[in-house]
């Protein structure tokens, strides 16, 4: 099997990652927004006084600040990928 990146996969791989932004002028202190792996994430706040990530249907929890969210966020994309791993059958 070979594997290559599509022409939409190119425009989604395109965009710069991992870099955290406030979403077209939002409050960053409540959200910001990046790319892993070509996808959104979202870290946000939970209205409880913490922060969330959301990434591909998967939400982490947890976070006491914006920074402690965007911390994590390279760790819990690659669990979030690797959990994805297990729903695939064979």
Request: no cysteine; proline share 2%.
């Amino acid at each position: 099997m070979e594997i290559s990146v599509s022409a939409a996969g190119k425009l989604w791989i395109g965009i710069p990652q991992q870099r955290w932004t406030d979403g077209n002028g939002g409050d960053a202190s409540l959200m910001q927004i990046s790319r892993f792996a070509g996808q959104e994430m979202m870290a946000i706040t939970d209205d409880q006084g913490g922060f969330e990530l959301l990434y591909l249907g998967f939400k982490g929890t947890g976070f006491a600040t914006m920074d402690a969210a965007k911390k994590a966020a390279p760790e819990f994309a690659r669990s979030v990928l690797g959990r994805m791993t297990l729903l695939i059958a064979d």
